[in-house]
């Protein structure tokens, strides 16, 4: 079991920058593909990006290509995501995801969730 945590959740207005980090524990001997879904109030939970192991390689959703950026600090156990140009329709509580299948863009190959962190965007 890995445990992920979440934190750089809050408030933004629309054009303005956050970064989410996710710190891993628990069962982290060998590098996992590790990625950030996210879901709106009412709205099933969805794909944002992931980055391979040992970083090698990464996939986002298109609505968030070019302005999102995933990364990994394997030393820290950590992942993060840049979030720019932020947009009102970002709005969602995002989730850290450690993945155990291979199907990146689907809730069903996620292994292990973090408990979410809210990101807000005001227009």
């Known amino acids: 079991q890995v445990n992920l945590v979440e934190s750089g959740g809050g408030l933004v207005q629309t054009g303005g920058s956050l970064r989410l980090s996710c710190v891993a524990s628990g069962r982290t001997s060998r590098p996992l593909d590790m990625g950030w879904f996210r879901q709106a109030p009412g709205k099933e939970r969805e794909f944002v990006a992931v980055i391979g192991r040992s970083d090698s390689g990464t996939m986002s959703a298109d609505s968030v290509k070019a302005r999102f950026t995933i990364s990994r600090d394997d030393a820290k156990n950590t992942v993060y995501l840049q979030m720019n140009n932020l947009k009102p329709e970002d709005t969602a509580v995002y989730y850290c995801?450690?993945?155990?299948?291979?199907?990146?863009?689907?809730?069903?190959?996620?292994?292990?969730w973090g408990q979410g962190t809210q990101v807000t965007v005001s227009s």
């Open positions: 995801a450690a993945y155990a299948g291979s199907m990146w863009d689907s809730t069903s190959s996620v292994g292990s």
